[in-house]
């Protein structure tokens, strides 16, 4: 967790004001823990882990084009 918060310090802004996107179950998780809000993001590559990383994100996304109605 405390890259995830080194990140949000050093672009200047508060954890919970920075939006975590990834499609890695394991980098949801941890960037969750650290207090971001976080977006799962579909891919082939992660499709066993669909349910588990929407378990962990605030939002889940399967096009970046859904980025517009978050």
Known sequence: PNIYRLAAERIGLPIE???FLDDNYNADKTAKSAGMPVCG???LSSDAFCEDIKAVSDHYIYDFTQLLDI
């Open 41 to 43: 993001v579909y891919d």
């Open 17 to 19: 004001d920075v939006l």
